[in-house]
């Protein structure tokens, strides 16, 4: 079983539409938990962190279920340039070491 | 401008040769990062620093060296022992190893290395 899972797609939506992510994650001690954002060829950016009680910033909602140890990601109201792929990352520390997991990422298509 | 700055944006190894992909950061970050991308997959770590002086081996270590001896750079060795190089190449840092609560690594635009 992979570490971090994500649905790779791609989900094809309208303009308008709102559109559900989730992620799945197999270890427990799993601290932290993340959505990033990639575009085409460029780099991950940081879309928002992920709070147990869930989280909201504008269109964009996360939430976490520690005992199914799944996150989701919420996007309202699409938009063209909601197009990109959404990478679920997951942060474990053990010891010294702090570790990032990133799932495969999810890839949306926002059409006209 | 802050920021991670990763240098060349697309490099050409031939057959049997090292290559060096550099990474500097001015956010004054603990940790510093390099991660594989391949096509279709998720990120891999390649290795990590958590302060200068000091760096660890991640996931696929294999092939690749590093070293840290100033906080600011991070630089990534490809060498002839990498015998499937091609990938695009991300650099990230993070503030501070110590704090979960500072756990967002920040990313630099990548290197694309392909092989001739």
């Known amino acids: 079983r992979k570490e971090v899972e994500q649905d790779p797609g791609p989900f094809n939506v309208p303009e308008g539409a709102t559109v559900a992510f989730n992620c799945t994650y197999s270890n427990s001690a799993s601290q932290s938990f993340f959505w990033y954002r990639q575009d085409c060829r460029k780099e991950p950016k940081l879309l928002m962190s992920?709070?147990?009680s869930g989280n909201e910033d504008g269109r964009f909602t996360a939430q976490l279920n520690r005992a199914s140890q799944y996150i989701s990601l919420l996007i309202r109201d699409s938009k063209l340039s909601d197009s990109a792929t959404y990478l679920c990352v997951v942060n474990e520390v053990t010891g010294t070491a702090s570790k990032l997991t990133f799932g495969t990422g999810t890839r949306l298509q926002v059409t006209l | 401008d802050g920021g991670i700055t990763q240098s060349p944006k697309y490099l050409f190894r031939k057959e049997g040769q090292n290559v060096t992909l550099s990474c500097e950061q001015n956010?004054?970050?603990?940790?510093m990062y390099w991660y594989r991308q391949d096509p279709g997959q998720g990120l891999r770590l390649i290795y990590y620093?958590?302060?200068?002086?000091?760096?660890q081996k991640g996931d696929i270590a294999e092939g690749y060296s590093v070293s840290r001896e100033k906080k600011e750079s991070f630089p990534l060795t490809v060498t002839s022992a990498q015998k499937n190089p091609t990938a695009f190449y991300l650099c990230?840092?993070?503030?501070?190893?110590?704090?979960?609560?500072?756990?967002?690594?920040?990313f630099g635009a990548g290197t694309r290395l392909s092989v001739l």
């Open positions: 992920v709070y147990s």
């Open positions: 990230a840092s993070k503030s501070s190893w110590r704090d979960p609560a500072k756990n967002i690594q920040y």
């Open positions: 620093s958590q302060i200068v002086n000091d760096f």
């Open positions: 956010l004054n970050h603990d940790a």
